[in-house]
Nanobody, 118 residues
Framework: QVQLVESGGGLVQPGGSLRLSCAGSGSISSIYVMGWYRQAPGKQRELVAI???????NYADSVKGRFAISRDNAKNTVYLQMNNLKPEDTAVYSC????????????WGQGTQVTVSS
């Protein structure tokens, strides 16, 4: 079984920074695509950033230049560095691990709250 646990969320002022971590139990192959998603109240979940095993990354337009995703496969951990945070970044951030071909191999963390407010 694979479990993902997020940490690092909290309250931060606009312009501040946070670093989220997602630690996975069990073995997660480097072929898995790791991603961060977020969901604000009353809104649908949206993709924030993804990183493939090759290191290739993609970001939502709203976070490009401010957020950076990275992974450490040896530690089964993925990170999201968030800089220049804005109030509209407020949401529950969830970690995801997805096999690119075996769609049944799809895992989610419980989420961590990020609140950007003065």
């Amino acid at each position: 079984q694979v479990q993902l646990v997020e940490s690092g969320g909290g309250l931060v002022q606009p312009g501040g920074s946070l670093r989220l971590s997602c630690a996975g139990s069990g073995s997660i192959s480097s072929i898995y695509v790791m991603g961060w998603y977020r969901q604000a109240p009353g809104k649908q979940r949206e993709l924030v950033a993804i990183v493939a095993g090759s290191g290739t990354t993609n970001y939502a337009d709203s976070v490009k230049g401010r957020f950076a995703i990275s992974r450490d496969n040896a530690k089964n951990t993925v990170y999201l560095q968030m800089n220049n945070l804005k109030p509209e970044d407020t949401a529950v951030y969830s970690c995801n691990a997805h096999h690119p071909f075996r769609t049944r191999d799809d895992y989610w963390g419980q989420g961590t709250q990020v609140t950007v407010s003065s």
